[in-house]
């Protein structure tokens, strides 16, 4: 699936995308009884972007999966925008809140959670989160997020952006892990097979004494990692640095 904003979350009326989030009108008032739920909708969707992407997903995709007319998903769910904001505000209540541990134990908890959320979904990674949805799992997951950092000496404002930091370094690593993993389902060769065959080419192009520290330095990190990029590897030394950083910003503010 091609890893490219193709969504952005907030994109709907607000008002039914709220009351699809909280469950206010999730099934229609009058007439039989409903073959669909809005939950079986989502489940669906989720489902198909899980597989093909979010650029796949389509009413008629969904309608044709759950086995009913297209027109029919349009009674529970008035539009891909409104139902975007509801895959999102579902997948996010698989995280789960860090049990026990200090401040850096927590943080570092939902870091990996949210690393692993994305690999899970990795349709997540096209939708801009200019506008959260408002929904019971996002809502929860800032709660939590800011419980982590709750007594520790920060203000309120500093709070939310250590919370802020973490979460969007988990979601950017994890864009460079889900492209990498994609550029080479996509090639059908493996970083390490690109690499072999690029590496003739680039020698007889480039003369190493012009790239003395890219020459050293890349030679050293293609030589460690066996191929152009080491994602997890990068997610682990950034988490370290920026949690480093983080205690250097708590400790300030204990010491006045």
Request: glycine share 10%; aromatic share 6%.
């Amino acid at each position: 699936m091609a890893n490219v904003t193709t969504e952005y979350s907030g994109a709907g009326d607000p008002k039914r995308s709220l009351e699809l989030l909280w469950g206010v009108q999730g099934r229609p008032r009058r007439g039989p009884k409903p073959r669909l739920t809005v939950e079986a909708i989502v489940r669906a969707a989720i489902a198909a972007a899980d597989a093909d992407g979010l650029e796949a997903l389509s009413m008629r995709r969904i309608a044709e999966d759950l086995g009913v007319a297209t027109m029919s998903i349009y009674t529970y769910v008035p539009g891909k925008a409104e139902l975007v904001d509801v895959m999102l505000d579902r997948v996010v209540g698989e995280l789960t809140p860090p049990e026990g541990g200090g401040w850096r134990d927590r943080l570092e908890h939902i870091a990996r959670d949210n690393w692993a959320l994305f690999h899970r979904h990795p349709w997540m990674l096209q939708i801009a989160v200019a506008r959260p949805p408002l929904g019971p799992g996002m809502v929860a997951k800032y709660e939590y997020e800011l419980a982590a950092v709750d007594g520790v000496g920060l203000t309120d404002l500093e709070m939310d952006s250590v919370v802020a930091l973490v979460t969007g370094f988990a979601e950017s690593a994890a864009r460079v892990s889900v492209n990498a993993a994609e550029a080479e389902r996509r090639s059908g060769i493996s970083d390490l097979e690109w690499w072999k065959a690029a590496a003739p080419v680039l020698e007889e192009l480039l003369d190493p004494a012009d790239y003395p520290l890219g020459d050293r330095v890349g030679t050293a990190a293609g030589q460690e990692y066996g191929a152009v990029l080491a994602p997890r590897r990068a997610f682990e030394f950034g988490l370290t640095r920026i949690l480093d950083g983080i205690e250097v910003l708590i400790s300030s503010r204990s010491s006045r």
